[in-house]
């Protein structure tokens, strides 16, 4: 059974750029939650989606948005990057409500 | 705002040295708590689900414990292979569908 699937892995963006991140929930799990690690805050939720719709936000900047599509494959994007966003972000995805999430490795962005 | 601490930040033992790790926790209503496995430069990995006071779930060499307020992970004669982070996170009764809500985690280091 496949895992949680983020693309790209790494990324290097300068300052000003925007970037998109990918992530593949596991086969037949609708929810998709997106979280920023740093060495400071440690794991910080983002956003999270069910169905298509946004479920719930975190408090980020709305430089910082997602999308899901109806396959349940999700998107997030950061406009206007700058060097604080430089972490690591991580997709989840859970079969149901109270279940356990599922992580994938991540994608570890770089601002320059 | 649920809350989420664990203690110690960090911790060294000996191999075969039983110790145990604390998470603290404030929400309006707890659907689940969480614990994570996390090596560097991955993603977490599931470890176990606790859904009420008094219940235990063990794996290996692992116990997770909860009360009304707080879980603990007990490691019993660790071995270096589980030297990593450990992260807790709760899930509160009407914070979206699955958003977690982590706490800073324990880095365990465990030598031979």
């Known amino acids: 059974k496949a895992g949680v699937t983020q693309t790209p892995r790494y990324l290097i963006k300068t300052r000003g750029q925007q970037v998109t991140l990918s992530c593949s929930p596991i086969s037949g799990h609708r929810s998709v939650s997106w979280y920023q690690q740093t060495p400071g805050q440690g794991l910080q939720f983002l956003f999270e989606y069910f169905s298509e719709t946004q479920r719930n936000k975190g408090n980020f900047p709305g430089r910082f948005s997602g999308r899901q599509f109806s396959n349940s494959r999700s998107e997030m994007n950061v406009s206007t990057l700058e060097l604080g966003d430089s972490a690591l972000y991580l997709c989840?995805?859970?079969?149901?409500?109270?279940?356990?999430?599922?992580f994938g490795q991540g994608t570890r962005l770089t601002v320059v | 705002e649920d809350q989420v601490t664990q203690s110690p930040e960090a911790l060294r033992l000996q191999e075969g040295e039983s110790s145990s790790l604390n998470c603290s926790y404030t929400?309006?209503?707890?659907?689940?708590l969480f614990w994570y496995r996390q090596d560097p430069g991955k993603g977490p990995e599931f470890l176990f689900t606790l859904y009420s006071a008094g219940e235990e779930k063990e794996k290996e060499r692992l116990k997770a414990t909860l009360t009304k307020k707080e879980s603990f992970l007990h490691i019993t004669a660790p071995k270096p292979e589980d030297s990593a982070t450990y992260l807790c996170?709760?899930?509160?009764?009407?914070?979206?569908?699955?958003?977690?809500?982590f706490g800073k985690g324990t880095m365990l280091l465990v030598s031979p």
């Open positions: 989840a995805s859970s079969l149901a409500q109270g279940a356990e999430a599922f």
């Open positions: 996170a709760v899930q509160a009764v009407g914070s979206g569908y699955s958003t977690l809500t």
């Open positions: 929400v309006s209503g707890l659907r689940g």
